[in-house]
């Protein structure tokens, strides 16, 4: 979703607003006629204050404007005397801030940016579990001594990476043991470059060789595999967890030699050390991940583990 058709859903949802607005004023004027009689005066102020601005008497304005909060507040007791709310045919917007215009006071409205970045977290395949993985909700607590100064430092760069994302940026590979925030900050990237209407994809290294293996025997209707060498990002999360096979080995090296050919980042974070790494993989991929990737190193005690124990 870009920012003219998130636009267009608020503008839609502001006419659907003001139309079921415009029906119920009609009802209400119908039953109760003095109510109309407020509303034509109502309309009258618009015009009037023009023509005093026009002629520049600042005095007769606002002299106008109180007499129309007046109206306006007669206007809802009368409502209140019937039974009704004050606002009864107020229109309902989604967003009060902007009146779902999508503006405020010439500038995006929140509601508009938490929009694009749904639907930008949503495209890169962020799920709901995913989705609320930012760099403000990574807690340094769990870590002390050197480790503390470490992952400062690493949360600092992904924070940085994302500020100055670019289709040419080095690519960054996190390596460290399980539970210590590998698929938090890889989530809160794929985020916030999403959000920055980059084309993003995040995905498991199960899923993504699953996909290509799935392609691989597939006469109609084969997976699209083009995607991972396409996009602006790739983050593979989990690089080893797979079923390891030759296959999924060849597969790796050629995404991998794909994608930095072309130039394209990807974020890989994994739970295997360096010699794990070329046993699954083969050396020309460990080559290549320590030669070309920003290594990362995530180092403390589980933080899963520790959250598990205050509990």
């Known amino acids: 979703m870009n920012l003219t058709q998130a636009l267009h859903i608020k503008d839609k949802l502001r006419n659907e607003a003001e139309a079921k607005a415009e029906a119920r004023t009609a009802a209400l004027c119908k039953e109760i006629p003095a109510l109309g009689d407020i509303d034509r005066r109502l309309s009258a102020f618009g015009p009037a204050i023009v023509g ?167 006469r109609d209707n084969a997976p699209d595999t083009e995607k991972y060498e396409a996009c602006d990002l790739l983050l593979i999360d989990d690089l080893g967890a797979e079923c390891g096979s030759q296959y999924t080995a060849a597969t790796f090296f050629n995404l991998l030699n794909t994608r930095l050919m072309e130039g394209k980042p990807t974020v890989i974070n994994t739970n295997l050390n360096r010699p794990q790494l070329e046993k699954t993989y083969g050396e020309r991929v460990l080559s290549r991940l320590l030669g070309e990737f920003r290594v990362l190193l995530f180092t403390g005690s589980d933080v899963r583990m520790q959250k598990l124990s205050e509990k």
């Open 52 to 218: 005093l601005a026009i002629a520049g008497d600042k005095e007769g304005i606002a002299r106008l404007e109180q007499e129309n909060l007046a109206l306006q507040e007669r206007r809802r007791q009368l409502l209140i005397s019937h039974g009704y709310r004050g606002d009864e045919d107020t229109p309902a917007y989604e967003c009060k801030v902007c009146s779902d215009s999508g503006y405020v006071k010439g500038t995006l409205c929140l509601c508009v940016k938490k929009q694009l970045t749904l639907s930008a977290y949503a495209s890169a395949g962020l799920g709901k579990g995913l989705m609320d993985k930012t760099f403000e909700n990574f807690s340094l607590k769990y870590f002390t001594g050197d480790d503390l100064a470490r992952m400062e430092r690493v949360l600092a760069i992904c924070k940085d990476y994302v500020k100055n994302f670019n289709p040419a940026s080095q690519p960054l590979l996190f390596l460290g043991k399980t539970g210590l925030g590998k698929t938090h900050l890889s989530a809160a990237i794929a985020g916030g470059v999403a959000a920055k209407g980059y084309r993003v994809i995040y995905e498991t290294s199960q899923k993504l060789f699953d996909t290509y293996e799935a392609a691989r025997f597939a």
